[in-house]
């Protein structure tokens, strides 16, 4: 009866018809895809080639993401970051060229993407072998602050205790490379700033390898080892951050490498208000 009854719900409180929110969250099983050769790499990507009909998208794309390295992709609108971030994830197989990731990887995107029928500690551990683990849930929502909502339901969070129930999610899986989307693109500012810290903070304690797309340059330079900027289906550009931490946003350094980053994406760099 219950299975039944869901199997009638669940397309009409499906949050986005056409997603499979357990495959977007990078939960099923590895595909073909095999861990790089050289075990100090995450991820190792040659000769990548995606077209959609005539528009080709990465044009033989290279990349070595090395094990822990926290890499941040910067590019226009529409260059293609989404689709490498997809078929790292193994969402998206129509490529050409070797692509290498390692087996645990999960991926967070701009919109958490959570069940709405299912309660948070269970959209958390969603999609993982065996029974449901509350324990388990328990432990990864703890890390994000969240460990009072286990038994909420995913309507009544907000935007920013979506997020970072979505990060707990991916988290759960104990990820070698964690693929992140414009994780913080819907936040407000403040709780930007929160998630922002936050992902820092999980990185340091799990050091997953971390691939994180945004359009935020200042975002960027807070957070990454390095910083990619995608252009004409490859990666262009890419700068090591060699900036202590914390990092200051008004370091001639950091600000250099923010004006260079800003003229790479064909921004120029605003003028000092006086
Ligand atoms: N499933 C698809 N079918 C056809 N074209 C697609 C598909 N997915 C992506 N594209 C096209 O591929 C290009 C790159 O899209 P992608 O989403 O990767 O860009 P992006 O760099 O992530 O952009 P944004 O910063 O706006 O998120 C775009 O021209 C887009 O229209
Ligand atoms: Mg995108």
Request: with cysteine.
């Given at each position: ?60 794309l ?27 994830a ?5 490529i050409?060229?070797d ?8 991926v ?16 958390v ?94 975002e ?55």
């Open positions: 009866m219950a299975s039944s009854l869901q199997r009638i719900v669940t397309p009409v409180l499906d949050p986005e018809p056409g997603i499979d929110p357990a495959a977007e969250a990078g939960l099923e099983p590895a595909s073909g895809y095999r861990p790089p050769a050289d075990p100090r790499l995450a991820v190792s990507v040659r000769g990548l080639t995606r077209a959609f009909a005539s528009n080709t998208v990465i044009d033989r290279d990349l070595d993401v090395p094990a822990g390295q926290f890499v941040v992709l910067l590019g226009a609108s529409g260059c293609g970051k989404s689709t490498l971030l997809r078929i790292l193994d969402l998206d197989t129509e050409g060229g692509v290498r990731v390692p087996a645990r990887r999960a967070a995107f701009q919109s958490p993407r959570l069940l709405p029928w299912k309660r948070v500690w269970r959209n551990v969603l999609g993982l072998p065996g029974r449901p683990d509350r324990a388990r849930a328990a432990a990864a929502l703890a890390e994000v602050g969240l460990e009072a909502r286990a038994e909420a339901w995913p309507k009544t969070l907000s935007g920013g205790e979506a997020q970072r129930t979505s990060l707990a999610r991916a988290l759960v899986r104990e990820p070698e490379l964690l693929l992140l989307d414009e994780p913080f693109g819907a936040l407000d500012a403040l709780t930007r700033l929160k998630a922002q810290d936050l992902v820092w903070r999980l990185w340091r304690r799990h050091r997953p390898a971390v691939l994180l797309v945004t359009h935020d340059v200042e960027a330079l807070l957070l990454a080892d390095r910083a990619l900027v995608m252009k004409d289906g490859v990666i262009a550009h890419s700068v090591d951050v060699d900036l202590s931490r914390p990092r200051d946003v008004g370091d001639p350094t950091f600000l250099a490498l923010r004006a260079d980053l800003l003229g790479r994406l064909g921004v120029d760099a605003p003028r000092s208000v006086a």
